[in-house]
């Protein structure tokens, strides 16, 4: 018994010493590969100038540690609390006096309302809570490659404060110490962002395009606009209508005077109308809302009197119908069956009723025109009707009637901002293409600099 | 003694036919030669119509007995009367005329819009061969009493009044009439003549207009609708009341045409008229687009035939000795010049210009001056046709077709019908194109001014045989095509041009000949070459356009086709169309001189112009 006692004591010895040999020599090797990393220096946290507010620059200097031995940085980023003013009058005498002071001050110095002035004597001497040792309780923005030494902290809150720390992380997951914590930053909106530098380009070129060529119109320089067919047959639509001796129909959408299609049928009504009294023809506008029907009781009468005709003017033929939408097409609809007008013109914003209007109108035998700028709409007026305003075209009708030199120069100096525009997409097409099929990293750059800066601008 | 009679054609072996001009009578004799029609004499006399005649027959009767001098064929008997039927040895069969003597037909429409009823009326108009001297719309910009003053102040032959489809309005076209009839414009002939007036309105209009008209002084004439919806244009009866109030009234005020109309076979025809109705026959019988110009001192007359569609506009203001000065305020001096390779300054150029309407009758007695001449013919042809693209064109106020596809391509009416891609024929008449020294400078002068695209024939009208067809073709249709077709017309050969343009010196088209002429070669831009072809032949031409020119199948497409040759022969022009001449003047020069020199037109002046 006492024999094998001391056999089993000296067998666990051996085995204690032969285990701790390789223990000895295990940690030995330990120490050499997982070592925690070196932690980076010269941590510097600046708010990013030109910019719109959330971001701030982080730069430091990289970890003594290899790169090839490190995953990455870690970045911390943590939002300092404000001490609560009541809790700081509670414990502070000598703080309370001063924001006491302040508040007093700015009543009666500038005249701030009581609320305003204690809110902003707050602000302007702001106490934060200390932020925590631990830097497990820091907020880790991300991790950025070894081999990269600067940060763009996005997204944070324009009106908070932030600390931010760095650490770097080994191959083994293992971090370095944090670098100490950077100053107190406010991620603030600077006067003007360097991101929309792209836009206030075009802004400018936009504008200055518009300018010279209302100065060049105005001097008498011919101003060549494509011809509008739709616009055009205007004369035509009329013509018919006089040569059939009936009446022209006139729909201005079924949209308020809040809608900029009402608007510019408003306009279009003003040459219809100003047509018709020159032909002596009938114009008939029902309306479905009140407030359009006296815009176009003006434009009408407007147009008759410039004509020469104001004697002919019958207000009694534009009236308001109903605001219910199918109420007023059947309304329509009927009156064309029964009196078939040789011309129907709708112009304005319309929905589900176009094609049971255009096809109504199509059924009796009258040119029809329309304009709107609903995508949705357009396919059945294109389809049912003899011309049909396409979306821009419609708001340009009113350069186009008027002839005005200053809507001229604004219209062509608009044809130089779809150029522009025209040219991005073209730019933009040709380089994702290219990027896409030589996987090129510089055009990939140049895509994503079009795309977040010039486009996300 | 409207309707054409009806005549046996089978029997018709010899044919006296007459233009009676305001200056001059043409006779032409056609006789049947080896079973084919053919002109075989001709004769002119002073027309009569003024004083100390004051009949037209006699001037025509001396026309005639040219013809019977000439021929050895006896025409006219003893009593003076034409010798009807023809035997081996005297008379003709049938005898026929137009006239443009006393200025013509002249009228004034009227019609409710002015680029509707108001210009199907003046379509009617002019291709009965009127000169219309007015239209009246109620859109016409001008006030009722602008209208009435001007309606009292012309003098027209007869009045056309359109307006309203039928069962459409009736109180606009109601207005206008009674804006004319209170107006009572006066005739040119007699004071007992009661003016026509011809409605081919709404039907449903007519009492009304029946109403108006009917006060002493008018003679109102109903004919069939000339819309009757906006659809359709119907000028055919509106053109036959007009040819036969001509002969009701006009000419039968006109001194000597009682007696002229009673012995001719065949109504009388407007002399513009008569040229339509040939230039429509031909179109016609050889399924072709034709266009033809008779350029006048006063006038231009374009005449043209596209898909069957006729139109006829007389530019008042454009010719080449009493409108010369217009010519030259419409298309202005330095436009005029790009023509001259010479070296003549806008200050000569100005007193050749007032020395030709001082003296009229005058022709170019110097190479100088021929080239000046043609330069201003060239432009004066050019603006006549823009005047008559802007005329001939499709109806307006029609309702229109369209499909999703249409959406960013919206034609609208009133587009013009003429095409020069699908012109097949180009015919010239009038002094200064049928009596050009060369047949080239002719040629030259009508592509420079119409612009000719894709394969074209070019012809003239040998000796103005047009109108005599023209009536001929009323009565005897096959022997005005053949003797068209053998004797009036004088192929002057083909042009060939491609529509697109280019850089100098690049490729333009190239092109390969096979059969009456051989031959390939490449037509750089600008450059412009003569093959000669002769007039009785002709070849096979394949033409392969550069990209970006068409030569008819399309840019960039090939086409290949038998031509025509002629006096000329084939000008095959690389200069593009639209034809654009340098602006800087010397540049322009070498250009011009480039072109004159390759087609040979001033052969005694080559080498002298630069």
């Known amino acids: ?457 | 003694m409207n309707d054409t009679p009806k005549i046996n054609t089978d029997a018709i072996n010899v044919i006296l036919a007459t233009d009676c001009g305001s200056t001059t009578t043409k006779a032409i004799m056609i006789e049947k030669v080896d079973g084919v029609y053919r002109q075989t004499w001709r004769g002119e006399a002073p027309t009569t119509v003024e004083e100390p005649f004051a009949n037209v027959t006699v001037g025509v009767l001396n026309a005639l007995t040219e013809i019977q001098e000439v021929s050895g064929r006896r025409l006219i008997d003893d009593a003076g009367e034409i010798i009807r039927p023809a035997t081996a040895t005297e008379g003709c069969d049938i005898y026929i005329s137009t006239s443009s003597a006393g200025g013509g037909l002249q009228m004034m429409v009227a019609g409710v819009v002015r680029e509707m009823t108001a210009a199907s009326a003046k379509r009617a108009a002019l291709g009965a061969g009127a000169i219309v001297m007015d239209t009246i719309a109620a859109n016409d910009k001008r006030r009722p009493h602008e209208q009435i003053q001007r309606i009292r102040e012309l003098r027209p032959d007869m009045v056309l009044v359109s307006g309203g489809t039928d069962g459409g309005d009736t109180k606009k076209v109601t207005e206008i009439s009674e804006m004319i009839a209170p107006a009572k414009p006066r005739p040119r002939f007699g004071k007992s003549y009661e003016l026509p007036i011809i409605f081919a309105g709404n039907d449903k209009a007519r009492p009304e207009i029946e109403r108006v008209f009917s006060d002493d002084g008018f003679d109102l004439k109903i004919t069939d609708n000339l819309r009757p919806s906006l659809e359709q244009e119907n000028l055919g009866p509106a053109r036959d009341m007009i040819h036969d109030v001509f002969l009701e009234h006009v000419m039968a005020h006109a001194p000597g045409y009682d007696t002229l109309m009673s012995i001719t076979d065949a109504p009388i025809m407007p002399t513009p008229g008569a040229v339509g109705d040939i230039l429509q026959t031909i179109a016609k019988g050889r399924g072709i687009n034709a266009v033809g110009v008779d350029i006048g001192g006063a006038t231009t007359d374009v005449f043209s035939v596209f898909d069957g569609t006729f139109n006829r506009t007389v530019s008042a203001n454009l010719g080449m000795s009493y409108s010369i000065s217009n010519v030259c305020a419409e298309a202005t001096m330095p436009t005029i010049l790009r023509w001259v390779h010479l070296d003549m300054d806008e200050h000569e150029l100005r007193n050749r210009v007032k020395n030709k309407m001082i003296r009229p009758t005058t022709i170019p007695q110097t190479m100088e001056a021929l080239v000046f001449e043609q330069a201003v013919a060239r432009e004066a042809l050019r603006l006549a046709y823009i005047q008559h693209k802007a005329f001939a064109t499709t109806l307006k106020g029609v309702q229109q077709q369209r499909t999703v596809g249409d959406t960013f391509t919206q034609e609208s009416g009133g587009e013009t019908i003429v095409d020069n891609m699908k012109l097949d024929l180009l015919v010239a008449s009038g002094g200064v194109l049928s009596h050009a020294p060369r047949m080239h400078q002719t040629a030259m002068l009508l592509i420079d001014a119409f612009e000719p695209e894709g394969i074209t024939e070019l012809a003239k009208d040998s000796i103005f045989m047009m109108p005599h067809l023209g009536v001929l073709a009323s009565v005897h249709p096959q022997a005005a095509m053949e003797v068209f077709e053998r004797d009036c017309l004088v192929y002057l050969g083909t042009c060939v041009a491609a529509k697109g343009t280019g850089k100098e010196g690049k490729n333009c088209f190239s092109w390969s000949l096979d059969g009456g002429a051989r031959g390939s070669g490449e037509i750089a831009f600008g450059q412009i070459e003569m093959i000669e072809l002769g007039p009785e032949e002709t070849a096979e031409i394949e033409l392969r356009p550069a990209r970006g020119f068409d030569v008819g199948a399309g840019p960039g497409k090939p086409v290949t086709k038998t031509i025509r040759g002629g006096t000329v022969g084939v000008i095959l022009d690389g200069r593009g169309r639209a034809l654009a001449l340098p602006e800087e003047r010397a540049e322009c020069r070498a250009a011009v001189t480039r072109t004159i020199e390759a087609v040979g037109l001033y052969p005694d002046l080559e080498g002298s112009a630069v």
């Open chain 1, 1 to 457: 018994m006492r024999t094998s006692s001391i056999q089993t004591i000296l067998l666990t010895t051996a085995l204690c010493a032969l285990a701790g040999g390789q223990v000895v020599l295990g940690s030995s090797k330990a120490r050499a590969s997982f070592a925690p990393p070196a932690p980076p220096t010269d941590l510097v946290a600046n708010d990013l100038p030109w910019d719109g507010g959330g971001t701030v620059q982080i730069d430091w200097a990289a970890s003594a540690t290899p790169a090839d031995q490190l995953k990455g940085y870690e970045i911390l980023a943590h939002e300092l609390e404000v001490t609560p003013r009541d809790a700081a009058i509670e414990t502070d005498e000598a703080a309370d006096r001063a924001a006491a002071e302040e508040t007093q001050s700015l009543l009666e110095g500038e005249g701030i309302a009581p609320e305003d002035a204690r809110r902003q004597a707050a602000l302007s001497t702001p106490e934060f809570v200390s932020p925590p040792e631990d830097v497990s309780e820091w907020s880790s923005l991300g991790i950025v490659p070894a081999t990269q030494t600067d940060y763009q902290a996005t997204g944070l809150n324009k009106a908070g404060v932030y600390l931010f720390k760095i650490r770097a992380i080994g191959l083994e997951g293992d971090f370095s110490a944090a670098t100490a914590s950077s100053g107190e930053i406010r991620p603030v909106a600077a006067f003007f962002n360097g991101r929309k530098l792209p836009l206030l380009i075009t802004l400018i070129l936009i504008a200055s395009a518009v300018f010279v060529f209302i100065v060049l119109a105005r001097r008498g320089m011919p101003m060549r606009i494509r011809k509008i067919a739709g616009l055009a047959a205007v004369d035509e639509a009329v013509g018919r209508a006089t040569e059939m001796g009936r009446s022209i129909l006139y729909i201005n959408g079924i949209q308020d005077m809040d809608d900029l299609q009402t608007v510019a049928g408003v306009t279009v009504l003003g040459r219809v109308a100003k047509t018709a009294a020159e032909y002596d023809a009938k114009i008939e506008v029902p309306t479905s809302r009140s407030l359009v029907m006296t815009a176009a009781r003006e434009a009408v009468q407007s147009s008759y009197f410039s004509a020469g005709r104001p004697d002919a003017y019958n207000p009694d033929l534009i009236y308001y119908v109903t605001d219910e939408q199918f109420g007023f097409v059947a309304y329509i609809s009927g009156m064309m069956t029964r009196e078939k007008p040789a011309a129907c013109f709708y112009m304005g914003s319309f929905f589900a009723e176009s094609l049971i209007l255009a096809e109504t109108g199509n059924s009796v035998g009258a040119i029809q025109i329309a304009g709107t700028a609903n995508p949705s709409q357009l396919p059945f007026f294109v389809a049912a009707c003899d011309y049909t305003l396409i979306g821009e075209e419609f708001f340009a009708a009113s350069a186009y009637l008027s002839g005005q030199p200053d809507q001229l120069g604004s219209l062509k100096g608009q044809d130089v901002g779809k150029i522009l525009v025209g040219i991005v997409i073209i730019i933009g097409v040709t380089l994702a293409t290219l990027q896409a099929i030589t996987g090129s990293d510089s055009l990939e750059a140049a895509v994503n600099y079009l795309v977040n800066v010039i486009l996300g601008s």
